[in-house]
């Protein structure tokens, strides 16, 4: 037996400097090393053999075996270069190194606004129930946002707070956040919702919001007006006006929608000139000549939000704002085009990289 082993070694070692390519190499794993190999043959006769010669030639051919799959590992790699003729000072090939994403530096940006007041940040489950993402805030049943058209409701075994969902805006951490907590509160909490929309330059089935509120005693809409006026400034830029708009929203009142002055086109005050037509004249790519850009929504905390939340609504007041991140990176940065956010293009991403 020992002559038929050494007779495959031989073989073996010849074929192998005949050999050059890695296919040729494959070759000879398979030739020597495989299943149906005479390597495998050799193994398949020790249980014929006496115990005592049984492990003298199965310890001679597992070392064979060890042998030939170094072998044909070594040679597959190749020789290695000469690190004599290696230029350490060669520069290496260039590595482009990753950034923060615009939305991520919006949504920090902002939330960094808003925690310089006092503010806390709190971020609330994606998964939500009826009871807190509606109901809690006064929204009706009756109400359109609670159609299947406007909400993704999940097919989850529901409970005593009903069925559950996507939540469609960053309102229900306000809701747990009040439940827990004791006023005074001041809390804003960002994230991502969900709504199922059709996709296109200015909507999408899913985006960020940052919710705000607060709560306290002698609270009044001048409170909110201070905090709005602030973020606005500090964000875009002092020289902008705020302008609010009454509003129906379900769970403030009063309610209403915020606009600030373009401050791509530098709105000025005219005389005699209405808000419509104001820059009617201009073509500004942002505002579209009206010279004012809608940011979001506010209002006072509605008295029955607050004894949802188990807070007594006629010790303590409060007020609440919501804006849409992306939004407000594309007002910011004149993006036409809610899809490049996600798209991944890098030519795109890179305008905006830190």
């Avoid at 940065?333 to 991944?344: H, K, M, S, T, V």
Wanted: with cysteine.
């Amino acid at each position: 037996m020992e002559e038929k082993i050494k007779s495959l070694e031989k073989a073996f070692e010849e074929d192998c400097q005949k050999a050059a390519t890695p296919k040729e190499f494959e070759f000879l794993r398979i030739k020597y090393l495989g299943r149906s190999s005479r390597l495998s043959q050799f193994f398949s006769q020790l249980p014929n053999l006496i115990p005592q010669e049984r492990g003298i030639w199965g310890k001679r051919l597992n070392c064979l075996k060890q042998k030939m799959t170094a072998l044909l590992a070594n040679e597959a790699r190749g020789p290695l270069k000469d690190e004599e003729n290696f230029d350490l000072t060669f520069p290496s090939s260039p590595f482009q190194l990753g950034s923060r994403h615009i939305l991520t530096t919006v949504n920090q940006k902002i939330c960094s606004i808003f925690e310089n007041l006092g503010f806390a940040v709190a971020e609330g489950g994606e998964i939500e129930d009826e009871w807190h993402n509606f109901t809690a805030l006064n929204i009706p049943l009756e109400h359109p946002s609670r159609d299947v058209f406007d909400t993704f409701y999940l097919d989850i075994k529901e409970k005593n707070n009903g069925k559950y969902l996507l939540r469609s805006h960053t309102s229900p951490s306000q809701t747990r956040i009040m439940k827990i907590g004791k006023p005074p509160l001041a809390v804003i909490s960002p994230g991502r919702v969900y709504r199922p929309d059709e996709v296109d330059a200015t909507h999408s089935f899913m985006f960020h919001q940052i919710e705000g509120f607060a709560v306290g005693e002698d609270l009044n809409f001048a409170h909110l007006k201070g905090v709005l006026l602030h973020f606005a400034h500090k964000f875009f830029t002092p020289e902008i006006t705020l302008r609010f708009r009454p509003h129906f929203f379900p769970f403030t009142e009063p309610s209403a929608e915020v606009d600030i002055s373009c401050f791509v086109c530098r709105r000025k005050k005219e005389k005699g000139a209405s808000r419509d037509t104001l820059h009617a004249s201009r073509k500004c790519s942002v505002c579209k000549g009206k010279g004012w850009l809608e940011v979001l929504g506010c209002g006072m905390i509605h008295p029955q939000v607050l004894d949802n939340c188990e807070i007594d609504s006629k010790k303590y007041k409060g007020f609440a704002f919501g804006m849409g991140v992306e939004r407000i990176a594309m007002l910011k940065y004149g993006i036409g085009d809610i899809r490049l956010f996600y798209e991944n293009d890098v030519r795109f991403l890179e305008q905006f990289s830190i």
